[in-house]
């Protein structure tokens, strides 16, 4: 079964930094692009960060780039998300998601992970 | 950057009723569109993509259809399960993905 399981999230106060993790199982990790995406409560989603099964590909939006560092280990099958400069805005639940690279869509999700950024 | 427009934000039916729910893209996406499933606390999941192919397990009640900057989500009869959030995502320009503000569907 395949499963991503987020941790990292919490309080924290704007200007600091957080570090998410996704722990990944029941697939082959290193063959998949992983992609983090958020949701600020009670808003839709937004798309973050990805990065390709060799960690080589980043991207990032505009809302975050400078700030957040996507990276992987595909030896310990996880995925991660530095969060730095946090702001007010940043405040959301992250998930992260596996892509399904011919249909260019999301197929497989984590529960997701709250980061809240307050002081 | 290309924006995704969803209609309606909210739609009332009743158990059984068939549904449509719209996105436009603001340019040209041609097939790249997604559709996505959300109920509350829980993490989207994976209905549609390629604009009509159903993801594997996922009722054939639901469908896709469109191309290029219109597209439709339809739920044929509705099912008590069903009642939750739809997301447009268009992947025209993957790896940066783009979603739809939503459509909650409520139970009338």
């Known amino acids: 079964e395949v499963q991503l399981v987020e941790s990292g999230g919490g309080l924290v106060q704007p200007g600091g930094s957080l570090r998410l993790s996704c722990a990944a199982s029941?697939?082959?990790?290193?063959?998949?692009?992983m992609n983090w995406v958020r949701q600020a409560p009670g808003k839709g989603l937004e798309w973050v960060s990805y990065?390709?099964?060799?960690?080589?590909?980043?991207y990032y939006a505009d809302s975050v780039k400078g700030r957040f560092t996507i990276s992987r280990d595909n030896a310990k099958n996880s995925l991660y998300l530095q969060m730095n400069s946090l702001r007010a805005e940043d405040t959301a639940v992250y998930y992260c998601?596996?892509?399904?690279?011919?249909?260019?869509?999301?197929?497989?999700w984590g529960q997701g992970t709250l980061v809240t950024v307050s002081s | 950057d290309i924006q995704m427009t969803q209609s309606p934000s909210s739609v009332s039916a009743s158990v059984g009723d068939r549904v449509t729910i719209t996105c436009r893209a603001s340019?040209?996406?041609?097939?790249?569109l997604a559709w996505y499933q959300q109920k509350p606390g829980k993490a989207p999941k994976l209905l549609i993509y390629a604009a009509s192919s159903l993801q594997s397990g996922v009722p054939s009640r639901f469908s896709g259809s469109g191309s290029g900057t219109d597209f439709t989500l339809t739920i044929s009869s509705l099912q008590p399960e069903d009642f939750a959030t739809y997301y447009c995502q268009q992947a025209n320009s993957f790896p940066r993905l783009t979603f739809g503000g939503g459509t909650k569907v409520e139970i009338k």
């Open positions: 990065i390709s099964s060799s960690g080589s590909t980043i």
């Open positions: 340019q040209g996406i041609s097939s790249w």
């Open positions: 998601a596996s892509v399904v690279v011919v249909a260019a869509a999301l197929d497989y």
């Open positions: 029941g697939f082959t990790f290193s063959s998949y692009e």
